[in-house]
């Protein structure tokens, strides 16, 4: 005999909603969680709370400002988005970007890889409720953002990419301080290393916690550190060789399991990667034009990855030969690791959601592309909806 | 008798409140921050009892509301019981086994205000709750009988006339690893753990009802350790003035909390719940029952360093 609301093993089942406004996620987003006791043994989750109708709006305005806008996609993203916006611009109408161009892009889009890891590891802490491990990341990432803001003027948004090349030069001085700073991030890294992966407590809450195999992984189509951490050595640096990657070797960084363990050494090797390239970036800066100048963008189409700090990012860009883009498709990487999140959570403990998921670095801003709302209330569409434009 | 129980009751609450000024302080600059003034508890409570306190639809408000009250009330009857500097306790014989029943209600009043809340965060809080407070007082129990077997009496008065750390530091120890437990702090704030279940049976709490049910917390974590002191490190307090014993008691509770709950605090991750009872039931309830048996055993290892002061 079952009680109502009680299962057969004596258990209460108890609905828990996380989001959309929670203190363990930093944007909206709503999972429904469905708890035994501590153990969660079914969840759901649903996004678009922050639909933001980016894509709508690069149709509408001319190309020279959608740079600009696709910037303003992802606060920590902010340069992964305009790089891969301006090389399929290139692409269509053909620009030769010079070469200390590529490697100005390259060195903003490593520098943000470190500011978004240590960010990470910092909000990981904090999921944990290791407050000191947080603040003293954040402290410490103030460094590159001192960074930038030498660089570029601007500590988060740095306007960098136009189209034909970058906005800012680099000089020797500048150069220089920045080696510094970076070697100074060096130490750093590898403090930061040690306190993660050394602490009792630390391993406590993350060996085993938000397993993902590689099977798994491949199938729900994980990508970047996320991917990585499960040990599919997928790198869109590598593969794809954009910007100024093609001139340096890289390896893919990968771990096993998946674990929240497995994502922080994924992120704390590609963050000692990460400030040894840039260094290597800064001290083989070729000389010569940082920006070309060009005439018209043709009609054409183009599609492209590019490696941001959370994983694999895919523009697709449209022209038509007038001022105004055709279309625009933006796949941030989040997209693409929410399905993971399910093996992920499913037998989880209560304590343990919002380190899972904060451990696969979600950006669900980034992510909301659309949301339907029809009489007041939100749909769901399945895919068959879509192909039979039953909406 | 009057004068004497608002003397206990003020220097109780001032005290207590400094005492999470103090960590807070602690914490703060152990985290590369300033941190706030140490009177933030008081303008905190002051400014939530100013406030209005709502009662969620589908609770059971008298227990919702009962709670903050049981909490705080039990507090304040136990800072009259526990000799603190400036008084000596109220009631006679077998005190202490009343002060340790009166201390285990602050969580119990947050396990029946967490359940009545009807709030999923507040069921899970409440669960958690009975946990942790079913791990932290089986070595703090068996630390304060085996004190009481030394003394030869369950009276707080005659116990404090020792300085029983001299004599059974094993049971202090275990009785002092209590203290982050007892003070829900990390890594043993499972049961608010904001990032998860949102400050757990707080969540549906306003007002006054919260400062209460706060101020009951704070003032268990600065009893709890005040009990401490008063056993383990008792003839430190009764030796002088008032005034004077009050500032050493004091320094030993502060110097308690800064050591065991500020810095363990500042150094660790959040504990889970399923670790908790291991993690009390190993080392600190085995430190206990060593120190139980061998008392009983008649083993005085401590008398070559401190035979000369009679122990």
């Known amino acids: 005999m079952t009680v109502a609301g009680v299962n057969e093993r004596g258990f209460a089942k108890l609905k828990v909603p996380i989001g959309p406004s929670h203190p363990a996620l930093e944007e909206p987003a709503r999972f429904l969680f469905e708890v035994e006791g501590e153990k969660v043994v079914d969840v759901d989750y649903e996004i678009g709370f922050n639909h933001r109708s980016i894509e709508r709006l690069c149709q509408e305005r001319p190309f020279s400002k959608i740079v600009y806008l696709v910037e303003r996609i992802c606060g920590i993203c902010s340069h992964a988005h305009p790089l891969n916006h301006v090389e399929r611009v290139e692409d269509i109408a053909d620009i030769k970007v010079p070469e200390r161009a590529k490697y100005i892009r390259t060195i903003y889009a490593e520098l943000e890889r470190i500011h978004s890891h240590m960010l990470w ?271 | 008798m009057i004068a004497s129980i608002i003397i206990a009751l003020v220097y109780a609450f001032v005290a207590a409140l400094l005492l999470q000024g103090i960590r807070r302080i602690v914490v703060a600059h152990s985290q590369f921050r300033k941190g706030p003034s140490i009177f933030q508890t008081f303008y905190d409570f002051f400014k939530l009892m100013g406030k209005e306190s709502l009662t969620p639809n589908v609770t059971s408000p008298l227990l919702f509301n009962l709670a903050p009250i049981l909490s705080t009330a039990s507090m304040l009857v136990a800072a ?20 340790i029943y009166l201390l285990a209600i602050p969580p119990i009043a ?42 030869g009496s369950f009276q707080l008065g005659t116990i404090s006339a020792t300085a029983w750390v001299t004599v059974l530091p094993l049971a202090a120890i275990a009785a002092i690893w209590t203290l982050p437990a007892a003070a829900a702090v990390q890594p043993f704030d499972i049961a608010e753990a904001e990032t998860e279940i949102v400050s757990g049976p707080y969540v549906e709490y306003s007002g006054p009802n919260l400062a209460l049910l706060q101020l009951g917390q704070w003032l268990k974590t600065f009893l709890y350790a005040s009990l401490i002191a008063a056993v383990f490190f008792g003839t430190a307090i009764y030796h002088y003035e008032p005034i004077v014993n009050l500032i050493i008691q004091f320094a030993i509770i502060a110097v308690l909390v800064t050591a065991f709950i500020a810095f363990w605090q500042a150094t660790t991750a959040r504990t889970r719940v399923t670790r908790v009872l291991r993690y009390y039931w190993t080392i600190p309830t085995a430190l206990a029952v060593v120190d139980l048996i061998l008392y009983l055993a008649g083993v005085r290892y401590m008398h070559f360093l401190f035979g000369w002061a009679g122990v």
């Open chain 2, 80 to 99: 009259l019981i526990i000799p603190l500097a400036a008084t000596t306790s109220a009631v006679g014989a077998g005190d202490m086994i009343l002060v």
């Open chain 1, 121 to 391: 590891a910092g909000i990981a802490g904090e999921e944990i409720g290791y407050h000191t491990l947080f603040m003293y990341t954040w402290r410490e990432r103030e460094k590159v953002l001192d960074l930038f803001e030498m660089l570029s003027g601007n500590r988060v948004m740095h306007g960098c990419n136009t189209i034909g090349g970058v906005k800012w030069n680099i000089s020797e001085e500048q150069a220089r301080s920045a080696q510094s700073a970076l070697s100074y991030l060096d130490t750093t890294a590898d403090k930061i290393a040690k306190a993660v992966l050394k602490d009792g407590s630390i391993a406590e809450r993350g060996k085993g916690i938000g397993g993902l195999s590689k099977e798994d992984a491949i199938r729900l189509g994980a990508v970047g550190p996320n991917a990585r951490a499960s040990g599919v050595p997928e790198d869109t640096r590598v593969m794809c060789k954009y910007a100024a990657y093609g001139d340096f070797d890289l390896e893919p960084q990968i771990a096993n399991d998946g674990d929240v363990v497995a994502q922080a050494l994924v992120r704390l090797a590609e963050l000692k990667q990460s400030i040894h390239l840039t260094k290597d970036l800064f001290a083989a800066l070729p000389e010569g034009p940082i920006k070309v100048e060009y005439d018209e963008i043709p009609p054409g189409r183009s599609v492209g990855r590019v490696e941001a700090p959370r994983g694999e990012l895919i523009h697709y860009v449209e022209t038509n030969g007038s001022r105004f883009f055709e279309r625009i498709k933006i796949r941030a990487p989040t997209l693409a690791n929410i399905p993971s999140y399910v093996p992920k959570f499913l037998g989880c403990q209560v304590a343990d959601i919002p380190i899972i998921a904060a451990s696969i670095d979600p950006c669900f801003s980034c992510t909301d592309r659309v949301t339907i709302i029809k009489g007041g209330k939100r749909t769901v569409v399945s895919g068959r909806d879509l192909k039979t434009g039953r909406i």
């Open chain 2, 110 to 151: 947050l396990i029946l205000g967490g359940s009545a809340s009807g709030s999923p965060y507040g069921a899970i809080g409440a669960a958690r709750e009975v946990a942790l407070l079913i791990a932290y007082e089986t070595p703090f129990i068996i630390a304060m009988v085996t004190v009481a077997l030394a003394a």
